[in-house]
């Protein structure tokens, strides 16, 4: 049901992850007198000579579970336990994918140089929150429904 709170919620999430998938995370920088330059996407890094770097798949395979899961619960609107439970599965897997774009940039950023972060990196922390008001409305709905069912 789209005119349900927890559905828009869901559904920008979603836009903002896809946003996320696409844009880059941010750049490395040597500190030599020439400057190359890597940009660190979710799936790889490129390289300044035009190669890529799949080291931080990781990054891009968290985003990516987590676009069907919130897809699956927007549509499984009558069983909002279900719905719950998926939308903290996904407030997992975004703080996981948080730990691990740490892990990567701090152990890059030893071999590389300087790193700069994107905007892009804020896109799945907006999402969490939208998880986070999602399921607080869809716990709500159920609190609802149970309180109507005592009362007849």
């Known amino acids: 049901m789209i005119q349900r709170k927890q559905t828009i919620f869901l559904l920008v999430a979603v836009i903002l992850t896809v946003i996320c998938l696409c ?10 007198a020439v400057s190359t330059k890597s940009v660190m996407y979710n799936l790889w890094i ?9 080291s931080v798949w990781a990054l891009f395979a968290v985003l990516l579970i987590t676009c069907p899961i919130s897809l699956i619960a927007i549509f499984s609107y009558r069983n909002r ?5 998926f939308c903290m599965f996904n407030i997992l897997l975004t703080v ?9 940039v701090f152990n890059i950023k030893e071999a590389a140089g300087n790193f700069k972060t994107s905007f892009t990196v804020v896109f799945p922390a907006i999402s969490l929150i939208l998880y986070f008001m999602a399921r607080k409305a869809i716990l709500a709905d159920e609190a609802l429904v149970r309180s109507a069912d005592r009362i007849r």
């Open 23 to 32: 844009l880059p995370l941010g750049s490395f920088t040597s500190g030599d």
């Open 46 to 54: 490129t390289q300044p000579g035009g190669g890529h770097d799949f």
């Open 81 to 85: 336990i279900t719905q719950s439970r």
């Open 96 to 104: 996981g994918w948080y730990v691990i774009y740490a892990v990567i």
